[in-house]
């Protein structure tokens, strides 16, 4: 992984989690401040990476409770990072949104092939985002774990 504290936390498992973990993934240094500007004022823990490979990565070791995926990224891109989670069980409740550049049609079309709960484009909203993180959210929290 690109940063060795993620490594040195434990956060237990989603279910359990007071607060949820979110990823930020995501190879623009600038969209990734943005994005960790506006979630530190949120109750949540952070988790944050430049490259796919890293991502999932985190994604494995950490099972966020949600990820907020670039699609175009080095190593390992967002849809196969997306497809990878959502073909697991045992990601179930990890929520994945989409944040890319590729145009809403492109991202209304492609985000659902790949089973991401959400999608939201550049450049976004922090209303629409915020709306769309409580959504996902919200949907994984109600999903039973039996």
């Not at 973990?21 to 944050?48: G, W």
């Not at 390992?76 to 145009?103: F, H, P």
């Not at 915020?130 to 959504?135: A, G, Y």
Request: charged content about 35%.
């Amino acid at each position: 992984m690109s940063d060795d504290s993620q490594e040195e936390v434990e956060y237990g498992e989603p279910q359990d989690r007071e607060r949820p973990l979110i990823l930020l993934a995501d190879d623009d240094e600038d969209i990734r401040a943005l994005l960790r500007a506006h979630f530190e004022d949120q109750d949540c823990d952070l988790l944050e990476n430049n490259n796919g490979a890293d991502a999932l990565e985190t994604i494995i070791v950490h099972r966020p409770n949600l990820v907020i995926l670039d699609v175009m990224m080095p190593e390992l891109n967002g849809w196969q990072i997306c497809k990878y989670v959502k073909s697991r069980e045992e990601y179930e409740d990890v929520g994945v949104i989409m944040l890319t550049a590729i145009g809403p049609v492109n991202n209304e079309l492609t985000s659902p092939l790949f089973g991401a709960d959400d999608y939201i484009d550049k450049p976004f909203d922090f209303d629409e985002l915020e709306f769309k993180v409580r959504k996902v959210l919200s949907e994984k929290k109600r999903s039973p774990e039996e």
